[in-house]
């Protein structure tokens, strides 16, 4: 008796399995994508922006780009000659909310955006100029002597911007390409032994201010 009640309960496990569908686990779909700025290298900065969907509105996001700087001083951002050794370290951050306006079917965080955000950056600058130094000759009577000098810059920079783009994946698996361009201001303040600062030539300079028009690309991943 026991061993009949038994084979029929498997029995009718076995049908039960059968005719009830497997229940679907609903995925989380992605929501961070991380981004590398592929122009700043050429500057000697180093961008890498974390992005994180809002949940609550799928069409909100906010990216955070924390910025890094080092290396030698090159001619894409000053219009002057660089000197030898001329160097540059810094720091920064970026806070970037952004707006989606996506199309049929769209991923989210991606199609058409607009952005507006603040940032900050450090920059400390070495460099050589050309200066006096004392020396004493023979007879102990001093002499004037000129020579190159080492000087630091030190430049602190706030500002904002706002930027329309288009944010898209790539076939490549979860590669995220982002487009944009934009205008936005700032001001520079900096500190060095000289009367004004070395660091203005051009809108990419290190001590630059006022309107600019920030224009790019990142690459990044989504997941």
């Known amino acids: 008796m026991r061993t009949a009640l038994a084979t029929g ?5 076995t049908w039960a399995a059968l005719l009830v569908p ?11 994508v ?15 922006e974390a992005e994180k969907l809002w949940r609550a509105h799928p069409r909100y ?30 720091f920064g951050a970026e806070l970037l909310p952004r707006l989606y306006f996506p199309g049929r079917n769209a991923e989210l965080q991606s199609g058409f955006y607009l ?6 950056q450090r920059f400390r600058l070495n460099f050589q100029e050309s200066g006096w130094i004392e020396y004493t000759r023979p007879d102990e009577l001093p002499l004037l002597v ?8 030190t430049i602190t920079r706030y500002g904002a911007c706002a930027l329309a783009g288009y944010q898209g994946p790539l076939e490549l698996g979860p590669l995220v390409l982002d487009f944009y361009a934009g205008m936005g201001w700032r001001h520079a303040r900096s500190r060095s032994a000289l009367p004004t600062s070395r660091y203005r030539t051009s809108m990419l300079d290190y001590g630059a201010q006022g309107l600019y028009f920030p224009v790019g690309f990142k690459l990044g991943v989504r997941f």
């Not at 996001?61 to 540059?88: D, K, M, N």
């Not at 000129?146 to 810059?153: F, I, N, Q």
């Open 146 to 153: 000129p020579a190159l000098l080492p000087y630091t810059e």
């Open 115 to 120: 952005a507006a955000g603040p940032h900050v």
């Open 34 to 48: 991380v981004k590398a700025n592929v122009f700043q290298p050429l500057a000697r900065g180093y961008h890498l």
């Open 61 to 90: 996001s906010l990216g955070l780009t924390a910025q890094y700087y080092r290396g030698t001083v090159t001619g894409i951002t000053v219009r002057r000659e660089v000197q030898p050794g001329e160097r540059v370290r810094g």
């Open 22 to 32: 497997p229940v679907a686990v609903a995925q989380t779909p992605p929501s961070w």
């Open 9 to 13: 309960c498997r029995a009718w496990g």
